[in-house]
């Protein structure tokens, strides 16, 4: 048991790294490749659309034909997508490798958080893998900045992909041995409009949102394929009112914990995801740090975020799932508002480094909260479905933060001076902290379901 919840953790935090992984990397990549600067953020943006737009399928693709099938064939997709686009000698090689890391990602990730929650019953011991899971998950991302800067820097970018292999082959090796295959005993067709109305749907969304990152938000091209996006999710869910075999049946959706949690998922990962690039910037652009020493001060950031993921089960059980979610909420939002105090002088880490690190621990208290609201209650052949929708909602909060966040910040700046530029991140810090504190009281004032000490 405790060699298999390493061996699903192993491949989780591995995933997580890569959504940030190329971040500090991606000049480097375009100036070795021949990018340009138009097309550089495809190399982000590709393998964001397919991790997102595709989650919710492969979650429901993996209650069908086996988790741990897909789990491990996802897994050989990743290794030799990493190997590709770590040998890649042209841009449109090293955006097919994103597209099929994407992928994998968008199928490792539900089916091995679904082959989690079917390992460990609903309990304590489920809360306290979900919470190491969490944990890893949120410390992925924040290690992914300080590891591309450091692999970047010392040896090649390339090193950003080529680390993946051995970690997916060592993963390969062992899983077989010690996962069993789950799946539900009778297998339901698919639901075929259902698949093809939710993944366009959210890849319009997650596409309209990155277009307007970079563009602005009066982009004709975005607005339309926002609007399209989400005329595509409203037809999701009247072809799911009436699908003998819905992707994601109504009554699911209707429960107060999947809905709301899953909301107070998508906004914890927005926040915390989009403070990173808010700090990031902040960093080298208002107190002139390099790449690599911006990223290594989100250390402490890390470090909080595993201590709340450590904390948040044993939170659970002194208190309950609802009371934790909104108890991160709170102390998120504390610890962000504080950081609309911080000024022009590198006096300010003072106030910045132990602000993210008390805001990583509230918002792993957040993370796993959701995590747990929103796989609760649910029999084990709804479980890839429901881990699924969390993922969804997991990818598409780290996919819209950045952007949504870059575009408020950019239009606040009212010059490119160092002044100005703090101006814009602190409207955008601003707008994060009320967000945050909109999950807080959604969460207190919905989620009223009973939840599992």
Same mark, same amino acid.
């Given at each position: 048991?405790?060699?298999?919840?390493?061996?699903?953790?192993?491949?989780?935090?591995?995933?997580?790294?890569?959504?940030?992984?190329?971040?500090?990397?991606?000049?480097?990549?375009?100036?070795?490749?021949?990018?340009?600067?138009?097309?550089?953020?495809?190399?982000?943006?590709?393998?964001?659309?397919?991790?997102?737009?595709?989650?919710?399928?492969?979650?429901?693709?993996?209650?069908?034909?086996?988790?741990?099938?897909?789990?491990?064939?996802?897994?050989?997709?990743?290794?030799?997508?990493?190997?590709?686009?770590?040998?890649?000698?042209?841009?449109?090689?090293?955006?097919?490798?994103?597209?099929?890391?994407?992928?994998?990602?968008?199928?490792?990730?539900?089916?091995?958080?679904?082959?989690?929650?079917?390992?460990?019953?609903?309990?304590?011991?489920?809360?306290?893998?979900?919470?190491?899971?969490?944990?890893?998950?949120?410390?992925?991302?924040?290690?992914?900045?300080?590891?591309?800067?450091?692999?970047?820097?010392?040896?090649?970018?390339?090193?950003?992909?080529?680390?993946?292999?051995?970690?997916?082959?060592?993963?390969?090796?062992?899983?077989?041995?010690?996962?069993?295959?789950?799946?539900?005993?009778?297998?339901?067709? #698919?639901? !075929?409009? $259902?698949?093809?109305?939710?993944? &366009? +749907? =959210? @890849?319009?969304?997650?596409?309209?949102?990155?277009?307007? /990152?970079?563009?602005?938000?009066?982009?004709?091209?975005?607005?339309?394929?926002?609007?399209?996006?989400?005329?595509?999710?409203?037809?999701?869910?009247?072809?799911?009112?009436?699908?003998?075999?819905?992707?994601?049946?109504?009554?699911?959706?209707?429960?107060?914990?999947?809905?709301?949690?899953?909301?107070?998922?998508?906004?914890?990962?927005?926040?915390?995801?989009?403070?990173?690039?808010?700090?990031?910037?902040?960093?080298?652009?208002?107190?002139?740090?390099?790449?690599?020493?911006?990223?290594?001060?989100?250390?402490?950031?890390?470090?909080?975020?595993?201590?709340?993921?450590?904390?948040?089960?044993?939170?659970?059980?002194?208190?309950?799932?609802?009371?934790?979610?909104?108890?991160?909420?709170?102390?998120?939002?504390?610890?962000?508002?504080? #950081?609309? !105090?911080? $000024?022009?002088?590198?006096?300010? &880490? +003072? =106030? @910045?480094?132990?602000?993210?690190?008390?805001?990583?621990? /509230?918002?792993?208290?957040?993370?796993?909260?959701?995590?747990?609201?929103?796989?609760?209650?649910?029999?084990?052949?709804?479980?890839?479905?429901?881990?699924g929708l969390a993922t969804m909602s997991q990818q598409i909060g780290i996919t819209m933060g950045t952007p949504v966040m870059s575009a408020i910040a950019t239009g606040a700046m009212t010059t490119t001076t160092v002044t100005g530029i703090l101006d814009g991140i602190q409207t955008a810090v601003a707008v994060n902290t009320a967000l945050v504190l909109i999950t807080a009281?959604?969460?207190?004032?919905?989620?009223?379901?009973?939840?599992?000490?």
């Amino acid at each position: 048991m405790r060699l298999t919840l390493v061996v699903l953790l192993v491949a989780q935090f591995m995933l997580a790294v890569d959504f940030s992984i190329l971040n500090v990397a991606l000049p480097v990549i375009g100036k070795g490749l021949g990018f340009s600067l138009g097309n550089l953020q495809w190399i982000a943006t590709a393998f964001a659309l397919c991790a997102a737009g595709f989650t919710l399928l492969f979650g429901r693709v993996a209650d069908l034909f086996g988790r741990r099938r897909l789990f491990l064939g996802g897994l050989a997709v990743l290794g030799l997508a990493s190997l590709a686009g770590g040998l890649a000698t042209s841009p449109a090689i090293l955006i097919a490798a994103r597209i099929f890391q994407g992928l994998a990602t968008a199928a490792v990730t539900p089916a091995g958080l679904s082959l989690l929650t079917t390992s460990f019953p609903e309990g304590p011991l489920r809360q306290k893998a979900l919470g190491l899971n969490g944990a890893l998950m949120s410390a992925g991302f924040t290690t992914g900045a300080i590891l591309g800067g450091v692999l970047t820097d010392l040896l090649s970018w390339r090193w950003s992909f080529f680390i993946n292999v051995p970690v997916a082959a060592a993963v390969l090796v062992i899983a077989p041995m010690v996962l069993t295959e789950s799946r539900p005993q009778t297998r339901p067709r #698919l639901d !075929l409009p $259902g698949a093809l109305s939710v993944t &366009l +749907g =959210l @890849l319009a969304v997650v596409f309209g949102f990155t277009q307007a /990152g970079e563009h602005g938000w009066t982009n004709p091209t975005a607005l339309l394929v926002l609007a399209a996006g989400i005329v595509l999710l409203i037809a999701f869910y009247f072809i799911e009112r009436t699908s003998p075999a819905p992707l994601v049946p109504v009554s699911v959706l209707s429960r107060r914990t999947v809905a709301w949690g899953n909301v107070a998922g998508v906004l914890a990962f927005v926040t915390e995801t989009s403070l990173v690039f808010l700090m990031t910037l902040y960093l080298q652009k208002v107190l002139g740090f390099s790449p690599l020493a911006a990223g290594l001060s989100f250390g402490v950031l890390g470090l909080g975020t595993v201590l709340g993921g450590t904390l948040a089960p044993r939170v659970i059980a002194a208190t309950s799932t609802r009371t934790t979610l909104i108890l991160g909420a709170l102390i998120q939002t504390a610890a962000t508002a504080a #950081l609309l !105090l911080l $000024g022009t002088s590198t006096h300010s &880490l +003072g =106030l @910045l480094l132990p602000a993210t690190f008390i805001g990583g621990i /509230g918002n792993m208290l957040l993370i796993v909260g959701f995590m747990v609201t929103a796989t609760s209650g649910l029999p084990d052949h709804e479980q890839g479905m429901a881990t699924g929708l969390a993922t969804m909602s997991q990818q598409i909060g780290i996919t819209m933060g950045t952007p949504v966040m870059s575009a408020i910040a950019t239009g606040a700046m009212t010059t490119t001076t160092v002044t100005g530029i703090l101006d814009g991140i602190q409207t955008a810090v601003a707008v994060n902290t009320a967000l945050v504190l909109i999950t807080a009281l959604t969460s207190a004032l919905f989620l009223r379901t009973p939840t599992t000490k």
